[in-house]
C-alpha cells in the first residue's frame, strides 16, 4: 500500500507541475501578445501625430509665404492695386489711356514755312491714379515715391523699355489737374495724399506693365487700346485720296 501511494502522489505531483508551467508558458505568451499589441498601437498613433505635425508645419509656412506676398503686393477683390516699399504704401485705384495732342504751331508770316514746318504727331500715355501713404520719416511727394518704388515698363523683343515721367506734360485744363497738382506736393510722414501720375510715350502695339523696381513682387499688365492699326488704316485712306486726285 505504501507504494502504490508513493507512485500515485509521484504521478499527482508530476500532472501539477506540467499544468503549473503550462500556465506560466501561457501567461508569458499572452503578456508578449498584448505587448506586442501595444508597442503597434503605439507606433501607429506617433506615426499619425507626426504627420499631423507635418501637415500643420506645411499649412503654416504656405499661410506665412502667402502673408508675405501679401504683404508687398496684392490685388484686391474690387480691382485695387496694393504694393508696400521702403517710401511708403501705394493702392493703385486704375489706369487710364490719354491721348496728348501735340500744341499748335504759332503762325508763320510767310504761309511757305508753314507748309515745310514738320506736323508733330499726338503721344500716347498712360494715366495712373493711387493713393500713397507716406511711411517714411521725411516729407515725400507721392510722384517721387512713385517714380522710386515702381516703373512702368514695355515688354519689346529687343528688351524691356522703361517709360518716362510726362505728369507735367499734361495740360492744365486736364479734368483731373487737381490730383496731378497733389502728386508733386509734399505728404508728411503718417499722412496720405491721392495723386495722378502719366508715363509715356506708349507704344500701343506692345505689352505695358506696372512692375517694382526692387523685387519682382509687382507685375501688373496694364490694358490699352491699339492706336496703331487705326492710324495706318487712316494713312491708306489719304493716300488713296492723293492718288484719285
Do not use: W
Not at 501713404?133 to 518704388?149: C, S, W
Not at 523685387?215 to 490699352?224: A, C, K, R, Y
Request: glycine share 8%; charged share 40%.
Amino acid at each position: 500500500m505504501s507504494l502504490k501511494k508513493y507512485l500515485l502522489a509521484g504521478g499527482l505531483s508530476t500532472v501539477l507541475l506540467l499544468g503549473a508551467c503550462n500556465g506560466d508558458d501561457t501567461t508569458e505568451e499572452e503578456t508578449d501578445d498584448a505587448a506586442t499589441e501595444e508597442a503597434g498601437e503605439t507606433g501607429e498613433d506617433t506615426a499619425d501625430e507626426e504627420e499631423e505635425e507635418e501637415e500643420e508645419e506645411d499649412t503654416a509656412a504656405e499661410e506665412d509665404a502667402g502673408s508675405e506676398d501679401s504683404a508687398d503686393s496684392e490685388s484686391g477683390s474690387d480691382g485695387e492695386i496694393t504694393y508696400s516699399g521702403e517710401y511708403g504704401d501705394f493702392v493703385v485705384a486704375g489706369f487710364e489711356q490719354y491721348t496728348l495732342e501735340p500744341e499748335e504751331a504759332e503762325e508763320e508770316e510767310e504761309e511757305e514755312e508753314e507748309e515745310e514746318a514738320e506736323e508733330a504727331e499726338p503721344t500716347e500715355l498712360v494715366l495712373i491714379e493711387f493713393e500713397y501713404t507716406n511711411n517714411g520719416d521725411v516729407p515725400t511727394t507721392p510722384e517721387e515715391a512713385f517714380g522710386l518704388e515702381m516703373a512702368v515698363r514695355q515688354l519689346a523683343e529687343s528688351g524691356d523699355i522703361t517709360l518716362d515721367n510726362l505728369t507735367m506734360d499734361l495740360p492744365e485744363d486736364h479734368e483731373q489737374s487737381d490730383l496731378v497738382d497733389q502728386s508733386v506736393e509734399l505728404v508728411e510722414p503718417g499722412e496720405s495724399a491721392t495723386a495722378l501720375v502719366a508715363y509715356g510715350p506708349v507704344d500701343t502695339t506692345l505689352e505695358t506693365a506696372l512692375q517694382s523696381r526692387n523685387d519682382d513682387s509687382l507685375n501688373e499688365t496694364i490694358e490699352l487700346e491699339d492706336t496703331g492699326t487705326e492710324e495706318t488704316d487712316d494713312e491708306e485712306e489719304e493716300e488713296e485720296e492723293d492718288s484719285e486726285e
